[in-house]
């Protein structure tokens, strides 16, 4: 992955991201909003969302991590941790 | 015949979502057989790679693919690793199945191209590429269906459109690609015991209504998809062509 971008532009790109995926106005999406039980996503979503961070930042998110990574927050940590 | 033969030796065999369920029993049985087999996988990189160590130990050797099904470029780019690889294929078998499951009031757009991408269109592309790659003493081409393609179970609305109409796919390609003495057919089997099953609701109370009525009082398990579709794919079966073939343990005989 791009290892030059700051805190603040992999939240940009996951927020992005997640508008996207989900279809729902940027200013639903928080830093501590749930996928699933805030922004309704369902498991064919999740994939999605799963994807789309992979694609965005060329990394690979095993199901096993993703699992554990419900919100905006949870990815941006993740990532900034790979 | 050679009691000692393996049935698969030096062919070469693409499953399509393998690295768990169903799709994994294959792998492991048609390389018991001999063959060598591609492991393909799109979230479950572990179970893959697990699946390809235990092909390994089998003594066969295993091509990790990681693919969408759902993309059209990366069902083309597997075919080229396979390509590159082994530069022939013999057997593909369309195993991959996904979907979102809701009543058919609630399908929406999103979720019928994910299903219908995912379960009968990789089948056509995939369906396409396996046969340029297949020799001229021909191959085999196996679809995995389920008896949601004409019976309504809960929520399974795109999916059972789904195979419907991989059914049909698998009865042109049988037809076209007869000449070339590769052979297309499906197994349709119901409820099979795997991990896919936790994603619909109410499951649990389903499985046991099923296996209740079942003739013989037990599920179909993916041994029994593997000795079919070992079957249907060999030499043997050559006159078995464009069919769907219950699995089902004579269930769908009955009346409600």
């Not at chain 1, 992955?1 to 532009?9: G, P, R, Y």
């Not at chain 2, 004409?150 to 929520?155: E, G, K, M, N, Q």
């Not at chain 2, 209740?212 to 993916?222: A, F, G, T, W």
Request: charged content about 25%; hydrophobic content about 40%; some cysteine.
């Amino acid at each position: 992955m791009a290892v030059t971008l700051t805190k603040e532009q992999i939240e940009e790109k996951v927020r992005q991201v997640v508008v996207n995926q989900l279809d729902v106005d940027p200013s639903e999406v928080k830093l501590d909003s749930l996928f699933v039980d805030d922004l309704g996503a369902d498991s064919l979503d999740l994939t999605e969302l799963a994807v789309g961070f992979e694609d965005e930042f060329d990394i690979e998110i095993p199901d096993a991590d993703f699992g554990n990574l419900s919100t905006v927050e949870n990815v941006v940590n993740y990532i900034l941790n790979l | 015949m050679d009691e000692n033969k393996k049935r698969y030796e030096g062919k070469i065999a693409c499953i399509t979502g393998s690295s768990r369920g169903i799709g994994r029993h294959l792998a492991l049985q048609f390389a018991k057989e001999g063959a060598d087999v591609v492991i393909n996988y799109f979230r479950n990189g572990d179970e893959a790679r697990k699946t390809a160590s235990e092909v390994e130990a089998l003594g066969q050797k295993a091509l990790l693919v990681r693919a969408n099904l759902a993309q059209e470029d990366k069902i083309i780019s597997m075919f080229k690793k396979i390509e590159e690889t082994y530069g022939r294929l013999d057997i593909f078998i369309h195993n991959a199945a996904s979907g979102r499951n809701r009543e058919a009031m609630e399908v929406d757009a999103k979720g019928w191209d994910w299903t219908l991408n995912v379960n009968s269109r990789a089948f056509l592309l995939g369906a396409q590429q396996a046969a340029r790659l297949m020799p001229e003493e021909g191959g085999a081409i196996l679809a995995l269906s389920s008896f949601g393609s004409d019976r309504v179970f809960p929520y399974y609305t795109s999916v059972g459109a789904s195979k419907a109409a991989l059914e049909s796919l698998v009865r042109y390609f049988a037809i076209e690609l007869a000449k070339r003495k590769i052979n297309v057919n499906a197994i349709s089997a119901g409820a099979v015991k795997t991990d896919a099953l936790n994603h619909f609701p109410e499951m649990d109370k389903t499985l046991e209504k099923i296996e209740e009525k079942m003739p013989y009082h037990r599920l179909v398990d993916p041994q029994d998809i593997a000795n079919l579709a070992l079957f249907l794919c060999s030499n043997e079966a050559e006159m078995i062509r464009g069919q769907t073939i219950r699995l089902d343990g004579g269930i769908t005989l009955l009346l409600p």
